[in-house]
């Protein structure tokens, strides 16, 4: 199983724009081959800052969401959005 967190931080606006934007299309990543799960995070301090944390049976699993139509039709809805540039990590739990 695969972990995936990607941070993101928007303009005021961005930040507003981008929450319909996410449930929107989150039924759809839950239907994409090894989704297990999505969930939206908001940072406690930066009302402006988000994250994904998402489940994935493999890294193929994640690759092949990637490479989607689904994934890059959201990523250009979503670029314009940003304050500075995403950040992603590929975890495991260890314990």
């Known amino acids: 199983m695969l972990i995936r967190i990607v941070k993101m931080q928007f303009t005021s606006n961005g930040a507003n724009l981008f ?34 944390y998402s489940l994935w049976q493999s ?12 994934f890059l039709q959201t990523w250009r809805q979503v670029k314009p959005l940003f304050a500075a540039p995403a950040q992603a990590w590929s975890v495991e739990k260890l314990a």
Do not use: H, M
Request: proline share 9%; aromatic share 10%; hydrophobic share 35%.
């Open 19 to 52: 929450e319909p934007i996410f449930l929107q299309v989150k039924p759809q990543i839950l239907q994409q081959e090894g989704c297990l799960s999505v969930e939206l995070w908001r940072d406690t301090l930066d009302p402006n800052t988000y994250f994904t």
């Open 59 to 70: 890294p193929q699993d994640l690759a092949q969401y990637r490479a989607s139509a689904l």
